[in-house]
């Protein structure tokens, strides 16, 4: 019988959802431990002994602790049985995947949080509304981001890596999906962005609105802690 993956897991969390619905799609045995974030569950000293670093996500599989979100996708991938092109075998396609995943802390997780901390935790906590020309900034920011990924990381391509899904696509949509906190319409200038898009969560469904409810009820329910 195979291990079960433990995962810690924060529907907020854009790696954390990324990492949920890899092990979900690829049917990995797995058991869910909500930490909310918000309630600074991830400080408490029962958390930190599993992570001292107070990040999500984490998983424990069996006795082995592993933090860092794409270090947990791979072993994940390396240890349960998946179809390859999760993370492709050949070289080309496993380097563009890898070439995603080495972008992005820069680049689209960078303008994610932005959106993020200017939309959602700064008006919450001092409650003031984002003003306009911060709007327009972060937004410009996120804007010309999209651009940059889809003229080189989609380019005339279904999937970030070729014809097939991978794991760089989930974690880039997960990331992307932040800028549902804008409330904005931040994909009608990039419909390349919403067609691939759509394909990914075609082709991870029904596990793909499953994992992102928990956003889109923190959407719908005004931004409040």
Not at 43 to 58: G, R, S, T
Not at 91 to 114: F, H, I, M, Q, S
Not at 150 to 155: C, I, R
């Amino acid at each position: 019988m195979a291990v079960e993956f433990n995962l810690y897991h924060e529907p907020l969390s854009q790696p954390s959802r990324s990492v949920l619905l890899l092990m979900r799609v690829t049917g990995a045995p797995h058991k869910v431990h909500h930490i909310r974030l918000l309630k600074g569950e991830n400080m408490k000293p029962e958390f930190l002994k599993i992570n001292p670093f107070h990040a999500i996500p984490v998983i424990v599989h069996g006795d082995f602790t592993l933090t860092e979100s794409k270090a947990i996708a791979r072993y994940v991938l390396n240890t349960h049985q998946s179809d390859d092109h999760w993370y492709p075998s050949d070289p080309k396609k496993r380097a563009r995947v890898d070439e995603y995943l080495g972008y992005e802390p820069g680049n689209t997780r960078k303008a994610g949080v932005d959106i993020v901390l200017n939309f959602m935790f700064y008006p919450n906590k001092t409650g003031q509304p984002i003003r306009e020309e911060k709007k327009k900034e972060v937004m410009g920011k996120f804007d010309k981001m999209l651009k940059g990924f889809e003229d080189y990381f989609l380019e005339d391509r279904p999937f970030i890596a070729g014809d097939e899904i991978s794991i760089a696509d989930i974690f880039a949509v997960s990331e992307i999906r932040q800028a549902d906190m804008s409330g904005t319409d931040y994909l009608s200038a990039h419909p390349r962005v919403s067609q691939w898009m759509e394909r990914v969560r075609a082709a991870t469904q029904p596990h793909f609105d499953e994992v992102f409810q928990g956003l889109e009820v923190f959407v719908d329910g005004g931004l409040k802690f």
